[in-house]
């Protein structure tokens, strides 16, 4: 069943444009002098050189070929999600990509080498989904799902694919680029892992959708022999084809009796060709390129080909058919006897020429992303609660008063043999003043640990068993009370000597301040306790300073109460980079997001989907965060919650989107998880979440504002302390600033997505 093939130049195509004309038409596909390149400079590979390839309409045509020879790169340029270096391709008439091809959409059934399923989905979720990506009909889905588990053997549809056995869920995949009824089939090695009786049923299927249905089918397998069945060949080595024909003309011509022969015999005259080229520039071989199919044909010397003519492979069990007759079909297995394509309808499949989002397409996918939620439910409830986690832990662990720090006290003014011990009164005396000021140290702050010396004690501290030293010389009641009679008249000798005087160890500022504050507030609180008792006002002694009630915030303002907003809005903004780039990535691992790009949908859909379903899980997380922080640890919030909110809502949008552009940007999950993260720590450092921007370096503080966060976070603590509103320019450059970044990120994931694709 030699297959006549018109040649139509490359010339030709490219002034076709992007569709055919004529006698193209009848075409399925056709391929001439393709080349495709993958890196650069060292690391440039040409994977396909120069290929010509023709498959008429209503045909199978058997891509066959060594594991790296190209096949899966041409296939996946002619579903339109490679481009070629050089060379034009044109499917069903018109170039893949183009608006009016159809290619990506529904004229193409498309099963990749990976498995390309989601894993928690059953049969028949999976079904569904492709049936709403291409707007079926629920009866239509239903029926083909019927049909197809039983022709494929499929185990019940409420099965989970992920619990699938390999071969099942490869049957699976198959299932699903059938099941359109697509006018093109393309199938890479569909038959791996399937037992050899339903691979005989597979192949009488693709058979009858060829004969009785006019499609056109590109199948890739490394089963030589299965290939007998299809209408013509193509065998490749190192990305070029080494012979294109029908598999009787093949067998015919090299006068052997297996194809997997011919491949071999084709193999060793290209090797020994290439070798000939390298020693001795002979000529090359030659393909002839003219005046149909046969011509196409590898035409190596058969003298050249010193090699056996018996078949040396195991031949395969079936007893496979071939020629022009349309095949029986007949599958023993399940009994079922006929396509029912009389049964059922097929649907009527639109080619969308729109660049707009289909919502057909957007509900299978928001159908599709929830689905994949609240399969889960453990991982859910994690991903509502997690910023809610990060709020606790940091109200918790953040802002608290280091407590029982253990300070060294040496006490000269003790001394018991001449009666100089604690008497703890509380009146007007003036003795023992260092037992008196001990008592106000707050006790829960500060440990106080006796020491008999001063170099023991700092010797404690060296060992780092106590944060410092706390010594009063040996005269110190008598001396203070010297130094406040002379005021100003006191000499160097008694102030020295009515001084307490501490070392502390400075390695921990926040231990140090606390132990700092902790003592001066103590020695107001013993100078209050004297004059009071001595009938003199108690404040008379303090310095002439008085803090009167804040304007905002509270007379003690917390640290914690500083880095909420910060925290909220940071943990919230990197979940959503994680989420989105660990959804974005995996799917496209698996071969999921390119099949579902091959079935039509766009890249603006998945967005558009993946922001909906992200839009719900940040209003749970928001939910969640405020009522911890505010109902639970009542951090204090004195302005409008809904802003607070938006301002929320809009940074966790802004992380998805910053999320989108690093899938964009990185294939691989490494690579996205390093650029995530080096995205991270800048943003902790310089966005003034854990430091006020106004303590960072003047030249550095330009950079700080343009990150993506610090106008936001600056926005909800004006709205969390101060209570102020979208009226004021600090509250509105955060909503205005998150709203730029948000589209920024959105525009360069799209735009690099476009160029990755272009150059892909
Ligand atoms: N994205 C890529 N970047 C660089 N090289 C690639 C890329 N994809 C494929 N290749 C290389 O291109 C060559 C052809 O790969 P391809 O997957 O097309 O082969 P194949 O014939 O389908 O192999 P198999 O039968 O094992 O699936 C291989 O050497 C492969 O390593």
Same mark, same amino acid.
């Given at each position: 069943m030699a297959t006549n093939v018109e040649f139509v130049s490359s010339h030709q195509l490219r002034n076709n444009e992007t569709t055919c004309k004529t006698s193209d038409c009848g075409q399925g596909i056709l391929i001439r002098n393709a080349t495709k390149i993958y890196g650069v400079g060292k690391k440039r590979c040409t994977v396909l050189n120069g290929i010509d390839m023709s498959v008429k309409k209503g045909t199978i045509y058997g891509l066959l070929g060594a594991s790296g020879c190209g096949k899966t790169t041409l296939l996946s340029c002619l579903v339109g999600r490679r481009r070629l270096k050089s060379g034009d391709i044109l499917v069903l008439g018109h170039k893949p990509g183009s608006p009016e091809s159809g290619i990506p959409g529904p004229r193409v059934g498309y099963m990749p080498q990976e498995l390309a399923l989601f894993g928690h989905f059953s049969i028949k979720e999976t079904l569904h989904y492709f049936g709403r990506i291409y707007n079926l009909k629920t009866d239509f889905i239903n029926s083909q799902l019927e049909f197809l588990s039983k022709l494929l053997d499929l185990p019940p549809s409420h099965r989970?694919?992920?619990?699938?056995?390999?071969?099942?869920?490869?049957?699976?995949?198959?299932?699903?680029?059938?099941?359109?009824?697509?006018?093109?089939?393309?199938?890479?090695?569909?038959?791996?892992?399937?037992?050899?009786?339903?691979?005989?049923?597979?192949?009488?299927?693709?058979?009858?959708?060829?004969?009785?249905?006019?499609?056109?089918?590109?199948?890739?397998?490394?089963?030589?022999?299965e290939a007998r069945q299809a209408n013509a060949i193509g065998l490749m080595r190192s990305g070029r084809l080494l012979a294109e024909d029908s598999p009787e003309n093949l067998l015919r011509e090299y006068n052997l009796s297996s194809l997997e022969d011919v491949f071999l015999k084709l193999c060793m005259a290209d090797f020994v060709g290439n070798e000939e080229k390298i020693n001795t520039g002979a000529q090359q071989l030659s393909y002839q390129l003219s005046g149909g199919i046969d011509n196409v044909a590898f035409h190596a010397s058969k003298s050249e080909l010193n090699i056996s003519g018996t078949g040396h492979l195991q031949q395969m069990e079936l007893n496979l058919q071939h020629g022009k007759t349309p095949i029986a079909f007949t599958n023993k297995r399940s009994g079922f006897i006929n396509s029912n394509s009389e049964a059922?309808?097929?649907?009527?499949?639109?080619?969308?020429?729109?660049?707009?989002?289909?919502?057909?397409?957007?509900?299978?996918?928001?159908?599709?992303?929830?689905?994949?939620?609240?399969?889960?439910?453990?991982?859910?409830?994690?991903?509502?609660?997690?910023?809610?986690?990060?709020?606790?832990? !940091?109200?918790?662990?953040?802002?608290? /008063?280091? =407590?029982?720090?253990? $300070? &060294?006290?040496?006490?000269? %003014?003790?001394?018991?043999?001449?009666?100089?011990?604690c008497n703890y009164t509380t009146t007007c005396t003036y003795s023992m003043f260092s037992c008196r000021y001990l008592r106000f140290i707050d006790n829960t702050t500060v440990v106080q640990v006796p020491f008999e010396s001063v170099s023991d004690a700092l010797d404690a501290v060296k060992s780092g068993k106590v944060w410092g030293v706390v010594h009063f010389p040996k005269n110190f009641t008598d001396e203070l009370v010297v130094r406040r009679a002379d005021g100003k008249f006191a000499d160097k000798e008694t102030i020295l000597a009515s001084s307490i005087a501490i070392t502390l160890d400075y390695s921990s500022q926040q231990i140090s301040l606390s132990l700092?504050? !902790?003592?001066?507030?103590?020695?107001? /609180?013993? =100078?209050?306790?004297? $004059? &009071?008792?001595?009938?003199? %006002?108690?404040?008379?002694?303090?310095?002439p300073v008085t803090f009167l009630d804040p304007i905002f915030g509270e007379n003690e303002p917390s640290f914690v109460e500083f880095i909420t907003p910060g925290i909220i809005l940071t943990t919230i903004y990197l979940i959503a980079v994680a989420l989105t780039t660990a959804v974005f990535l995996s799917e496209r691992k698996s071969g999921l997001f390119d099949r579902s790009i091959v079935a039509g949908v766009q890249m603006s859909e998945f967005m558009i989907a993946h922001v909906v379903n992200q839009f719900i899980v940040l209003i749970g997380q928001t939910v969640f965060v405020y009522i911890f922080a505010l109902l639970v640890f009542k951090i204090s919030f004195h302005g409008s919650l809904a802003l607070a909110v938006l301002i929320t809502l809009l940074q966790g949008l802004?992380?998805?989107?910053?999320?989108?552009?690093?899938t964009s940007l990185c294939d691989e999950l490494t690579s996205a998880i390093q650029l995530s993260l080096g995205s991270i720590y800048v943003n902790l450092f310089v966005s003034g979440i854990l430091w006020p921007t106004e303590g960072v370096p003047v030249y550095l503080r330009y950079f700080c504002f343009l990150m993506p966060q610090t106008y936001a976070i600056e926005s909800l603590r004006n709205i969390f302390s101060r209570g102020w509103g979208v009226e004021r320019p600090e509250v509105f450059w955060g909503i205005l600033i998150s709203s730029g970044w948000i589209f920024v990120f959105l525009g360069l994931a799209l735009v690099i997505g476009r160029i990755r694709k272009y150059t892909g």
């Amino acid at each position: 069943m030699a297959t006549n093939v018109e040649f139509v130049s490359s010339h030709q195509l490219r002034n076709n444009e992007t569709t055919c004309k004529t006698s193209d038409c009848g075409q399925g596909i056709l391929i001439r002098n393709a080349t495709k390149i993958y890196g650069v400079g060292k690391k440039r590979c040409t994977v396909l050189n120069g290929i010509d390839m023709s498959v008429k309409k209503g045909t199978i045509y058997g891509l066959l070929g060594a594991s790296g020879c190209g096949k899966t790169t041409l296939l996946s340029c002619l579903v339109g999600r490679r481009r070629l270096k050089s060379g034009d391709i044109l499917v069903l008439g018109h170039k893949p990509g183009s608006p009016e091809s159809g290619i990506p959409g529904p004229r193409v059934g498309y099963m990749p080498q990976e498995l390309a399923l989601f894993g928690h989905f059953s049969i028949k979720e999976t079904l569904h989904y492709f049936g709403r990506i291409y707007n079926l009909k629920t009866d239509f889905i239903n029926s083909q799902l019927e049909f197809l588990s039983k022709l494929l053997d499929l185990p019940p549809s409420h099965r989970y694919v992920g619990t699938l056995s390999g071969g099942q869920q490869r049957r699976v995949s198959f299932a699903v680029a059938l099941f359109h009824e697509p006018e093109l089939l393309i199938l890479d090695e569909p038959t791996v892992g399937v037992d050899p009786l339903l691979r005989h049923s597979i192949w009488n299927h693709l058979v009858r959708q060829s004969v009785d249905h006019g499609r056109t089918i590109i199948v890739t397998t490394h089963y030589i022999e299965e290939a007998r069945q299809a209408n013509a060949i193509g065998l490749m080595r190192s990305g070029r084809l080494l012979a294109e024909d029908s598999p009787e003309n093949l067998l015919r011509e090299y006068n052997l009796s297996s194809l997997e022969d011919v491949f071999l015999k084709l193999c060793m005259a290209d090797f020994v060709g290439n070798e000939e080229k390298i020693n001795t520039g002979a000529q090359q071989l030659s393909y002839q390129l003219s005046g149909g199919i046969d011509n196409v044909a590898f035409h190596a010397s058969k003298s050249e080909l010193n090699i056996s003519g018996t078949g040396h492979l195991q031949q395969m069990e079936l007893n496979l058919q071939h020629g022009k007759t349309p095949i029986a079909f007949t599958n023993k297995r399940s009994g079922f006897i006929n396509s029912n394509s009389e049964a059922r309808k097929r649907p009527k499949l639109i080619c969308s020429k729109s660049v707009l989002p289909s919502s057909n397409r957007l509900n299978a996918l928001i159908q599709k992303n929830f689905l994949q939620m609240f399969r889960n439910i453990g991982m859910l409830l994690f991903i509502f609660l997690i910023p809610a986690i990060q709020v606790i832990l !940091s109200c918790l662990s953040l802002g608290g /008063d280091p =407590s029982f720090l253990r $300070l &060294a006290i040496v006490n000269d %003014e003790l001394d018991p043999s001449q009666d100089r011990i604690c008497n703890y009164t509380t009146t007007c005396t003036y003795s023992m003043f260092s037992c008196r000021y001990l008592r106000f140290i707050d006790n829960t702050t500060v440990v106080q640990v006796p020491f008999e010396s001063v170099s023991d004690a700092l010797d404690a501290v060296k060992s780092g068993k106590v944060w410092g030293v706390v010594h009063f010389p040996k005269n110190f009641t008598d001396e203070l009370v010297v130094r406040r009679a002379d005021g100003k008249f006191a000499d160097k000798e008694t102030i020295l000597a009515s001084s307490i005087a501490i070392t502390l160890d400075y390695s921990s500022q926040q231990i140090s301040l606390s132990l700092k504050q !902790s003592l001066i507030e103590a020695f107001e /609180d013993f =100078s209050k306790d004297i $004059l &009071a008792a001595c009938s003199y %006002e108690p404040t008379a002694l303090g310095i002439p300073v008085t803090f009167l009630d804040p304007i905002f915030g509270e007379n003690e303002p917390s640290f914690v109460e500083f880095i909420t907003p910060g925290i909220i809005l940071t943990t919230i903004y990197l979940i959503a980079v994680a989420l989105t780039t660990a959804v974005f990535l995996s799917e496209r691992k698996s071969g999921l997001f390119d099949r579902s790009i091959v079935a039509g949908v766009q890249m603006s859909e998945f967005m558009i989907a993946h922001v909906v379903n992200q839009f719900i899980v940040l209003i749970g997380q928001t939910v969640f965060v405020y009522i911890f922080a505010l109902l639970v640890f009542k951090i204090s919030f004195h302005g409008s919650l809904a802003l607070a909110v938006l301002i929320t809502l809009l940074q966790g949008l802004c992380g998805m989107s910053l999320g989108l552009m690093i899938t964009s940007l990185c294939d691989e999950l490494t690579s996205a998880i390093q650029l995530s993260l080096g995205s991270i720590y800048v943003n902790l450092f310089v966005s003034g979440i854990l430091w006020p921007t106004e303590g960072v370096p003047v030249y550095l503080r330009y950079f700080c504002f343009l990150m993506p966060q610090t106008y936001a976070i600056e926005s909800l603590r004006n709205i969390f302390s101060r209570g102020w509103g979208v009226e004021r320019p600090e509250v509105f450059w955060g909503i205005l600033i998150s709203s730029g970044w948000i589209f920024v990120f959105l525009g360069l994931a799209l735009v690099i997505g476009r160029i990755r694709k272009y150059t892909g």
